[in-house]
T-cell receptor
């Protein structure tokens, strides 16, 4: 149980275009999902917390107009990187909290974004 | 500022030995503690959670929590080369569902 999927696993896009990444909880409903990014050999950086049916809460320094997050249902959250630039190239990982009374998180497999 | 500290390593142990990974945290109100394993190029995988003082064992893994000293550790018995990965410590403060992650400790188990 507690399986989280992400799509796509890898994407290469041209500078200036937008990319959408999907995060799905496959066998549970997730009221809360998290979006992280990770640079090579660096720690996880929380970008935003996504709550179903409400606006995402962004961490300090994360541009909400650039990283659009939509949590339209209890099993799906999307992250759209708008007007991507090479510095947005990173490993983007979502996670979901399956149980309301615990703080365990389960991570998706991640999406490696390369902006050329 | 809530902080979670881990030695970045690498920690190198021979196959079959016990690997000991440590984590300290600053928020005394923390209530939930987690260990994640992350292989290179992959996303983190939850391997242990612990909520109360003492030891919690799961197979070759033992998590140890000491709230008075504000540390949590992970012991890996009979270490295998497949255990080579980065181990992330995560801590949830009281009332918050947003965890604070440490930078991770790189573990290398050599044959």
């Amino acid at each position: 149980g507690a399986v989280v999927s992400q799509h796509p696993s890898r994407v290469i896009c041209k500078s200036g275009t937008s990319v959408k990444i999907e995060c799905r909880s496959l066998d549970f409903q997730a009221t809360t999902m998290f979006w992280y990014r990770q640079f090579p050999k660096k720690s996880l950086m929380l970008m935003a917390t996504s709550n179903e049916g409400s606006k995402a809460t962004y961490e300090q320094g994360v541009e909400k107009d650039k990283f659009l997050i939509n949590h339209a249902s209890l099993t799906l959250s999307t992250l759209t990187v708008t007007s991507a630039h090479p510095e947005d190239s990173s490993f983007y990982i979502c996670s979901a909290r399956p149980y309301a009374n615990t703080y365990e998180q389960y991570f998706g497999p991640g999406t490696r974004l390369t902006v050329t | 500022q809530k902080e979670v500290e881990q030695n970045s390593g690498p920690l190198s142990v021979p196959e079959g030995a016990i690997a000991s990974l440590n984590c300290t945290y600053s928020d005394r109100g923390s209530q939930s503690f987690f260990w994640y394993r992350q292989y290179s190029g992959k996303s983190p995988e939850l391997i242990m959670s612990i909520y109360s003082n003492g030891d919690k064992e799961d197979g070759r893994f033992t998590a140890q929590l000491n709230k008075a000293s504000q540390y949590v550790s992970l012991l890996i018995r009979d270490s295998q080369p497949s255990d080579s990965a980065t181990y992330l410590c995560a801590v949830n403060g009281g009332g918050s569902y947003i965890p604070t992650f440490g930078r991770g400790t790189s573990l290398i188990v050599h044959p």
